[in-house]
């Protein structure tokens, strides 16, 4: 059997549509829970390798699936920049927030040392999991940290981020180029590891005032990948500017993403029409449609999504995270249909 995500970017042609989804590994599946219970918190999980190979064959065991995302979480590099990162039950995550100008942003933290368990998770995955199956390594983008690092928490609109950018520009942009930095070395480490692909998720970036956008989300991005290409690792890269809007396409011509991932406000046919061509497409499924049982709409509309990107190179996913309520059997419904649909 082929790697189809690996078919896909390296030999441009596939007849299957391969899937996965963003958060396959997480709470909906009442498993889950047992192997996340082994562990002290959210932050010894990760840390674990024997819990994070786990949690990353979780969903294949259930599903038919092209890639298993390795389990982590973009916070883990607040973490290491000894930010205090605690997970909340119903608040989510809880850092000690970085104060603009008055914090110190420490820039000698050995990344590659510190996630030690991760590594070796990647290099015992890519040994179990079938050849078929890509393995996906992550990290978050520097915006989207940067939010999370001086806010301390989940926001609906990221003031205190924002003020930082316009009123101490100067530290700001040294918190941006030191995440940089460590983004590249979380990369360059999984794929060594074993990852054959990487995924950036720059999940505020909606949060971006739209004159600094290529400064905040495609500059960065673009220096991680030409980087990580300067240390000879060229694995497809797959980039996240999450309800981005119009910045989409300058991201998709700028960025240097290897594939483009869509949130569900995105009209797949206006993508398709208007981002770079050159860039895979992947997406768009509104993660809430996988909540209603027996939906007459889910089947329509993962329909829809298939035909609209017939011409195009595409990986069927959705357009972010699946939440807890989701349930299991319109997963796997909507594997089925998509792997049943013939380009
Ligand atoms: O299955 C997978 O996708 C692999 C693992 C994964 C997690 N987090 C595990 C996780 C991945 C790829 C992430 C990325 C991540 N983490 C992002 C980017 C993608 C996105 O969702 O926009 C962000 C913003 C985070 C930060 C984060 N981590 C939040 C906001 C939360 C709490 C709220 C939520 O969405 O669940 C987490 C905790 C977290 N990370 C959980 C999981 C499975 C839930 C932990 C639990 O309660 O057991």
């Known amino acids: 059997m082929n790697n189809l995500i690996l078919d896909l970017f390296y030999k441009n042609e596939i007849s299957e549509i391969p899937i996965w989804f963003l958060r396959q590994s997480g709470r909906h599946i009442p498993e889950y829970f047992l192997i996340r219970n082994r562990a002290r918190d959210f932050i010894d999980f990760c840390s674990s390798t024997n819990l ?15 890639a298993a995302i390795v389990f982590s979480d973009i916070l883990m590099i607040p973490w290491i920049m000894k ?26 933290v050995n990344v590659v ?33 940067a939010c999370y690092m001086i806010e301390g928490r989940s926001s609906k609109d990221f003031v205190n981020t924002r003020k930082a950018l316009w009123n101490s520009n100067k530290w700001f942009m040294e918190l941006i180029e030191t995440l940089t930095m460590y983004i590249i070395d979380k990369l360059e480490m999984q794929a060594k590891a074993g990852a054959d692909i990487l995924m950036i998720f720059d999940s505020w970036s909606h949060m971006i005032p739209n004159n600094f956008f290529k400064e905040m989300a495609i500059n960065p991005t673009k220096k991680i990948i030409n980087v990580l290409r ?8 797959i980039g996240l500017p999450f309800k981005a809007g119009t910045s989409l396409v ?39 449609s996988l909540i209603p049982e027996n939906s007459e709409h889910l089947e329509k509309n993962v329909n829809l999504i298939l035909n609209s990107t ?14 807890p309520e989701c349930k299991m059997e319109n997963v796997k419904r909507v594997v089925e249909i998509v792997k049943t649909f013939k380009k």
């Open 113 to 145: 040392k510190k996630l030690e368990p991760l590594k070796q998770a990647l290099k015992i995955l890519r040994k179990d999991l079938p050849s078929q199956i890509s393995l996906i390594g992550f990290s978050g983008a520097p915006w989207t940290i």
């Open 230 to 237: 300067s240390k000879n690792i060229n694995v497809p890269i």
């Open 83 to 108: 930010r205090d990162v605690k997970f909340e039950k119903s608040i989510g995550p809880i850092l000690n927030p970085l104060i603009p100008n008055d914090s110190k942003i420490i820039k000698d």
């Open 52 to 66: 994070i190979v786990e949690a990353t064959k979780l969903p294949l065991k259930y599903y038919n699936l092209d």
């Open 250 to 288: 300058d991201y998709s011509y700028e960025s240097e993403v290897d594939c483009i991932a869509l949130d569900w406000t995105v009209n797949i046919d206006w993508a398709i029409k208007n981002l770079n061509p050159s860039v895979a497409i992947q997406g768009n499924l509104d993660p809430v």
């Open 310 to 323: 017939r011409q195009r190179r595409f990986i069927f996913n959705v357009g972010h995270g699946i939440t």
